[in-house]
């Protein structure tokens, strides 16, 4: 095998980071807006138009108290930091725009972690348990796995799957 020059190298594990970070931002995508079981979850918007509905977030998205899933944008649940369990009230205007706020915050602490990537979805390592990230938080710190991250759990992080990446370190 000739040698390959260090320069090509580095270009090409960069080209797969960023092959990498693109097919997790486009499983993200699919994910929130087919869920995990890829089963659509149609919104009848005629029938929540003028609605006001408060939820909880599971991480990704709020579950109304109707019992449905209203998608959450990604990039407003990392600006807000957002913690699984937070409440949320969500209103949906005439013309069909979704406004969430942030109503009801969980108690929480701050944790630090090492952020991985697995099957094209982040996670933070915290002792022996791992949290997903939004990719969004991810790109915006411009983490990368392997970077030591702060992110903020519920306080009661039992059955907590998701955290809200606070900053990478």
Same mark, same amino acid.
Do not use: C
């Given at each position: 095998m000739p040698d390959v020059p260090d320069k090509q190298i580095k270009r090409l594990r960069s080209l =797969?980071? +960023?092959?990498?970070?693109? *097919?997790? #931002?486009?499983? +993200?995508?699919? =994910?929130? *807006? !087919? $869920?995990? %079981?890829?089963? =659509?979850?149609? &919104?009848?918007?005629?029938?929540? /138009? $003028? @609605? !006001?509905?408060?939820g909880v977030f599971d991480g990704q998205n709020m579950v109304g108290s109707d019992g449905k899933i209203y998608p959450v944008p990604a990039n407003y649940a990392s600006k807000s930091k957002l913690v699984q369990g937070? &409440? *949320? @009230?969500?209103? =949906?205007?005439?013309? $069909? #725009?979704?406004l969430y706020k942030q109503i009801g915050p969980i108690p929480r602490k701050q944790v630090v972690g090492t952020l991985n990537l697995e099957g094209g979805h982040y996670f933070v390592s915290v002792g022996e348990k %791992?949290?997903? !990230? /939004?990719l969004a938080s991810v790109t915006y710190f411009k983490a990368k796995p392997g970077d030591q991250v702060s992110v903020n759990v519920p306080e009661d992080d039992s059955n907590a799957e998701w955290a809200a990446l606070e900053a990478a370190l």
């Amino acid at each position: 095998m000739p040698d390959v020059p260090d320069k090509q190298i580095k270009r090409l594990r960069s080209l =797969i980071r +960023e092959a990498e970070t693109n *097919l997790a #931002a486009a499983t +993200e995508l699919l =994910i929130s *807006l !087919v $869920g995990d %079981d890829d089963k =659509i979850i149609p &919104i009848n918007r005629d029938e929540t /138009l $003028g @609605k !006001v509905i408060e939820g909880v977030f599971d991480g990704q998205n709020m579950v109304g108290s109707d019992g449905k899933i209203y998608p959450v944008p990604a990039n407003y649940a990392s600006k807000s930091k957002l913690v699984q369990g937070d &409440i *949320l @009230k969500l209103t =949906i205007s005439d013309d $069909g #725009a979704f406004l969430y706020k942030q109503i009801g915050p969980i108690p929480r602490k701050q944790v630090v972690g090492t952020l991985n990537l697995e099957g094209g979805h982040y996670f933070v390592s915290v002792g022996e348990k %791992d949290y997903r !990230v /939004l990719l969004a938080s991810v790109t915006y710190f411009k983490a990368k796995p392997g970077d030591q991250v702060s992110v903020n759990v519920p306080e009661d992080d039992s059955n907590a799957e998701w955290a809200a990446l606070e900053a990478a370190l």
